[in-house]
């Protein structure tokens, strides 16, 4: 842009004066002066006009600097964060706002996308944003969740800018963090949703003035926003409450800045109710009250509420029956009325046969509906009108199929109530063998009753619900649609199963489980190996053999710790035979019960026993039953994991089950037992010759060694060896014998092997 000539010539004649003025304070001009001093004084006069432009200069240097420092200062320090962006959305420039909202140094932020600071869920948001705004040239705006260096989101709003104008086309970015903002206008939309919940509330000032009240509190009191708005709360009282009442609410909302207790209010239509009445006070910072909130509960909903709360805790949802809770207590106002009276009473249990049957064919729909006819037939039944005995009865659903009735005011005389509990039970029989009509076409459904008789408190609620359940369970072991008393002598039966097994708990703690071993001999009657039997040494009842008390270990679970007291005994004996010459190539077998090698932890205790006992594995020898072989692929799998460790197999029991040929070559076994009752007579029965010779053969077939149990006579020794038999074992070679016995054995079994040799 040119200068206007009159403008330049203003400034330099403004300049010339400045410069004479200043040079005539240096070096005045005489009067008389020659052209040669004028020439200097002109320049001199130049001289100082440029002094004068350098120093206007610099003042309009430092105040630009000064006008840059104070926008640099703006820029870097403004409350939102500046980010210029190029066309690629690449960060090229960040004030330190911006560094501080991310967290990120600046020299790290720029040349980076900014996308890698959105999170991924916002980033396609993001990127059609972007596009939007490299298409206009004005302000666009937009709302997106940023991470920070900790990768912590906060949510941001983004004001941008495409400047294309320029030589270099940018977008600028303000972002600004706006998380507080959006937390708190959440805060205000839930406390809105809040006010407006189905409790009736008001908010009143200090001075008692209601300032606000939602739809509930119209609703539950009939009075509109418009009416009650500018009102007290005292519009609402009934005039149950007097002036104390009132003067403690307030002493107590002052101290404790709230109150909560029952109140009788009157609605618009006059009508006086009670409800519960919150009142909270809201304070500021300096714990001065601003406002009081009231929040009011219809105790008649509550009441109806307890009532449908007592139903579900003491009825059966499905038959609307008492149920289990409420018949405890129901029996134990028998057992009352019975102390007080002399009279018996009987407690009853009624299960339908096959009712899992039902279910599993019919489905629950189905089962559900015979149920609900099963509780109305009981029901009509023991209705009070009924003559029975003159009894009053209440009936119950324990769960399941399962019911219950308890009889009271029987007669004093346990014979003549017995009589009259079977009397009511067969009624009851009779009611419920009638058909059910189903979808599915009528149904005959039978019924089993166990029933016991109770005098007075001589037992608890908890020994008679035993003793009927039990006598339940005798109907249904006796084939169902039976009725059974209890009788005594169960309960004894019972008392002692529970003292052997505690009996049996205490064994394994008072070492008094121990092996008797049996010998195994090849075909030169020299011991190979024995089998580990397992005895109880019984404090009262002697040595007991595993018949007698393994069927108990194995319903109460005490097999488990028995079969692991089996494993690591049998290693531990292993190792100690090792020290003698005459034992330490013996191989042991030990018989391992199916719920013992089934459970998970199997393979890690059969391990454990080896590495703690430090025997050698391939000594040790572990006889599977048949009964294993009913989930022959993880038996299968199971055994490899042992045989791995260097553990043999051999299957015990052979020829007993259908299916034994099936499965034998599946096995990985090393040895086949033949069954003593494979071996009945086999001399005097052809057809027992074939099946063992057929077995031997079929082992020989799979590479299977064969190991013959229950020799007792030379005549069958002599028939195995004949056919192929290579080990033995039977009353004919030993009989079981404790440790210190079989020692003895062996040393003459040793002794004899050296005769033998010598001669």
């Not at 096959?354 to 015979?370: A, C, E, R, S, Y």
């Not at 057809?687 to 006579?713: M, R």
Request: net charge negative.
């Amino acid at each position: 842009m040119t200068q206007n000539p009159k403008n330049t010539d203003n400034i330099q004649e403004r300049l010339r004066a400045a410069a004479e003025e200043r040079l005539s304070q240096i070096s005045p001009v005489e009067e008389a002066h020659y052209s040669s001093q004028k020439l200097l004084h002109e320049l001199q006069v130049y001289q100082i006009e440029l002094e004068i432009q350098n120093e206007e200069l610099r003042r309009s240097q430092v105040a630009l600097e000064e006008s840059r420092d104070r926008y640099l200062d703006l820029y870097e320090f403004a409350p939102v964060g500046y980010i210029t962006l190029s066309l690629d959305g690449l960060i090229k420039e960040v004030n330190l706002t911006g560094v501080s909202l991310f967290g990120v140094e600046r020299k790290q932020m720029v040349r980076r996308r900014f996308s890698s600071f959105v999170v991924l869920e916002d980033r396609d948001r993001w990127y059609r944003q972007f596009l939007n705004i490299l298409k206009q040239e004005k302000k666009q705006s937009c709302e997106l969740r940023l991470i920070r260096s900790n990768q912590s989101p906060f949510q941001a709003s983004l004001d941008c800018l495409n400047l294309s104008d320029g030589p270099a086309p940018v977008v600028r970015v303000a972002v600004t963090d706006i998380t507080d903002q959006k937390r708190a206008s959440e805060d205000l939309r839930i406390a809105a949703i809040a006010f407006e919940s189905q409790e009736a509330m008001i908010v009143v000032d200090p001075q008692g003035n209601i300032l606000r009240v939602n739809r509930a509190f119209s609703q539950l009191t009939g009075y509109s926003t418009e009416e009650i708005i500018g009102r007290t709360p005292m519009l609402l009282q009934s005039g149950r409450h007097d002036q104390s009442f009132f003067l403690r609410q307030q002493i107590e909302l002052r101290e404790k800045k709230v109150w909560q207790g029952e109140m009788w209010n009157r609605r618009k239509n006059g009508k006086v109710y009670a409800e519960w009445v919150t009142i909270s006070a809201v304070t500021d910072i300096e714990d001065q009250v601003t406002h009081y909130v009231y929040t009011f509960s219809d105790i008649s909903k509550n009441r109806e509420a307890e009532a449908e709360i007592h139903r579900l805790a003491y009825y059966d949802a499905l038959t609307q029956l008492p149920n289990r809770r409420m018949v405890l207590d129901r029996i134990e106002q028998a057992l009352a009325m019975s102390s007080r009276n002399g009279s018996y009473g009987a407690l009853m249990f009624l299960d339908l046969d096959n009712f899992k049957t039902l279910n599993d064919t019919q489905g629950h729909d189905i089962g559900d509906q015979v149920l609900v006819e099963v509780a109305q037939r009981l029901h009509n039944t023991l209705r009070e009108s009924d003559t029975v005995s003159r009894t009053g009865s209440t009936i119950s659903r324990l769960g399941g199929d399962e019911f219950v009735v308890v009889l009271e005011n029987l007669s004093d005389q346990d014979t003549e109530a017995a009589i009259q509990a079977r009397h009511v039970a067969e009624k009851l029989h009779e009611a419920l063998s009638h058909p059910y009509s189903l979808p599915s076409g009528e149904l005959l459904c039978t019924t089993s009753f166990g029933i016991t008789l109770f005098h007075k408190r001589e037992l608890s609620v908890h020994k008679l619900l035993k003793q009927a359940d039990l006598s339940l369970y005798q109907a249904k072991k006796s084939g169902g649609n039976a009725l059974h008393f209890f009788n005594p002598s169960m309960q004894a039966a019972i008392d002692r199963r529970k003292a052997q097994e505690k009996t049996l708990s205490e064994a394994l703690a008072q070492n008094q489980l121990k092996f008797y071993y049996q010998a195994l001999t090849d075909n030169r009657q020299r011991v190979i190996g024995a089998e580990a039997l397992l005895r109880w040494s019984h404090p009262d009842m002697g040595l007991l053999t595993p018949k007698s008390f393994l069927p108990l270990a194995e319903e109460t679970g005490l097999i488990m710790p028995i079969s692991q007291w089996v494993l690591e005994s049998a290693c531990t004996q292993i190792k100690n035979w090792e020290s003698k010459k005459n034992s330490r190539h013996l191989r042991l077998s030990i018989n391992i019960s199916s719920r013992q090698f089934c459970h998970p932890g199997f393979v890690a205790a059969v391990k454990n026993a080896i590495t703690r006992s430090g025997t050698d594995p391939s000594r040790l020898v572990i006889d599977l039953r048949e009964e294993l072989v009913n989930n022959l692929e993880k038996t299968i799998s199971i055994m490899h994991d042992i045989k791995e460790l260097g553990i043999s197999f051999s299957l015990d029991g052979f020829g007993t089950g259908l299916s034994s040929l099936s499965y034998l070559r599946k096995l990985p076994i090393d040895r086949l037992n033949i069954d003593a009752s494979v071996l009945q007579n086999p001399l005097l029965d052809p057809a027992n010759s074939v099946i063992v010779a057929s077995i031997i053969n079929i082992a020989e077939i799979l590479g299977l060694g064969i190991t013959a149990h229950g020799i007792e006579t030379e005549e069958q020794m002599d028939f195995f060896m004949e056919h192929g038999c290579n080990a033995y074992q039977g009353f004919l070679i030993s009989h079981p014998l404790p440790l210190e016995e079989f020692d003895q054995f062996l040393d003459l079994k040793t002794a004899q092997e050296s005769i033998n040799q010598n001669n």
